[in-house]
């Protein structure tokens, strides 16, 4: 029964899933073991899942926690230059991205450059398309820190994408 | 370009992304390793349970001696729940273990919870280069208040590298909070990596007697203003010291919170 129920959400949510952990780690190998693990913590933890949240969103928490805590294990003082500063010496594109064209490139190529909080809220509110209480839900933040900060985020990666030369004044 | 048409195309390359799937080889990949994964850790379950027998047997002699450790338990239940909490920084403490080169044992505080731990560092440069870089002091900073954007512009400030990978700390613990945030600090110095005439600074003091042991009372001034500080000899090796802003804390709190750290550091 509950393995159905993995089975099932796998075959629904695994493309979102795997396209959130990569937008926010670049590296397309990396993301498909993190995605495994973040089922396989779902998994584990189906019985604490309540329903409070959509499963969509709760895979979605599990993911981003998952993916923080591997950049900890992997890299912790990368996780925490990652937070505050940028991944300037990261030129490196996943193909899955540089496939999608020229404007999609650049603005990749921006975003990874932003701090981490600026990604993820860029990525789960302006590419995932989620709603203001559900961006908030996911990164437990209010949902003003969560307008605030995207406001700033959207502002941040202009800055970026003119500094690179990819938009003009 | 003007705002609505760059608004535009950024959205319609937000929108590209969408687009991105993982392909069908991929996927099928992945579920089976999941499916393996899950399978794997059934098995375990079950070997376990092969060994129930010798395991009853072995749960009749450990009866025997549970009305000890029982015993044992129930002496120690005065004290409080901070103080009998195994330590969930265990990951961390391993790194400031090796980076001062003696054992760390970080206390638990479930009021005021560790937003912070920073390892000062020290750099030789020479021209453009670093020659030598080591920790010196790690620091462990306790609050219930977060981190927002002053905080984070306060450490790209301190961190800014005259030259790169120079910066004076490192984070390796939450978010970096300023001074003025934190409601307790903890220093932790080593004989091993950490200047003599600073350990030295710190056991110079008054002495009090808290936990049934000796700490160095003294009060320190920082450019944020006056701290008092407790500094614990843990060992021939190990000094901690607490430090507490003077205008924010009350000297009661302060020795609570001290006492508390020291029987979970000593445990």
Redesign the interface.
């Known amino acids: 029964m509950i393995?159905q129920k993995?089975?099932d959400w796998?075959?629904s949510y695994?493309?979102e899933i795997?396209?959130y952990i990569?937008?926010l780690t670049a590296d397309h190998e990396l993301a498909?073991d993190l995605?495994?693990d973040t089922?396989?913590k779902a998994?584990k933890s189906m019985e604490s899942f309540r329903g409070e949240a959509s499963v969509r969103n709760w895979l979605f928490r599990i993911a981003r926690n998952t993916t923080i805590d591997d950049a900890r294990k992997r890299k912790?003082?990368r996780f925490?230059v990652d937070?505050?500063?940028s991944l300037a010496t990261n030129d490196y594109l996943p193909e899955?991205?540089t496939q999608?064209?020229e404007?999609?490139k650049?603005?990749?190529h921006s975003l990874l450059k932003l701090?981490r909080s600026y990604r993820e809220v860029?990525i789960l509110r302006?590419?995932k398309?989620l709603t203001i209480q559900e961006t908030a839900e996911i990164l437990d933040w209010s949902e003003g820190k969560v307008k605030i900060t995207l406001y700033?985020a959207?502002n941040a990666?202009?800055k970026q994408m003119l500094k690179e030369g990819y938009?003009?004044e | 370009?003007n705002k609505h048409n760059?608004e535009t195309?950024?959205?319609?390359?937000?929108?590209?992304?969408?687009?991105?799937?993982?392909d069908g080889e991929?996927?099928s990949?992945?579920?089976t390793?999941?499916?393996k994964?899950?399978e794997k850790a059934k098995s375990r379950k079950v070997k376990w349970n092969k060994q129930s027998v010798l395991t009853t047997v072995l749960s009749g002699i450990l009866i025997i001696f549970a009305g000890y450790f029982l015993a044992v338990f129930v002496e120690n239940d005065n004290q409080s729940a901070d103080e009998k909490v195994k330590s969930p920084y265990t990951e961390l403490e391993k790194?400031l273990s090796d980076a001062l080169k003696t054992p760390v044992y970080i206390p638990y505080h479930k009021e005021l919870p560790l937003k912070m731990s920073i390892l000062m560092m020290e750099s030789m440069i020479v021209g453009e280069k670093i020659i030598e870089r080591k920790p010196t002091v790690a620091g462990l900073a306790y609050s219930n208040l977060d981190a927002d954007?002053a905080d984070?512009k306060e450490?790209?400030k301190i961190?800014e590298p005259g030259v790169k990978g120079g910066a004076p700390i490192?984070?390796?613990y939450g978010?970096?909070i300023k001074n003025e945030k934190h409601k307790a600090y903890i220093h932790i110095l080593s004989r091993e990596v950490s200047t003599r005439s600073l350990i030295n600074y710190f056991l110079y003091g008054d002495k009090k007697t808290i936990a049934g042991h000796t700490v160095i009372y003294k009060i320190t001034e920082d450019k944020t203003g006056n701290y008092m500080s407790f500094a614990f000899k843990y060992d021939n090796n190990t000094v901690y010291v607490f430090a507490f802003p003077l205008n924010k804390v009350p000297e009661d709190f302060a020795i609570s919170f001290v006492e508390k750290s020291i029987k979970q550091i000593i445990r």
Do not use: C
């Open positions: 393995l993995l089975n796998y075959w695994s493309d795997y396209r990569l937008m498909k995605t495994h089922f396989i998994y912790p003082l925490v937070s505050y500063a899955q991205v999608l064209g404007s999609e650049e603005l990749y701090k860029i302006k590419i398309e700033r959207l990666l202009k938009v003009h | 370009m760059e195309k950024f959205d319609d390359a937000f929108k590209g992304f969408q687009s991105i799937d993982l991929d996927k990949m992945i579920h390793k999941m499916i994964s899950i790194q954007e984070a450490y790209e961190t490192e984070l390796l978010d970096f």
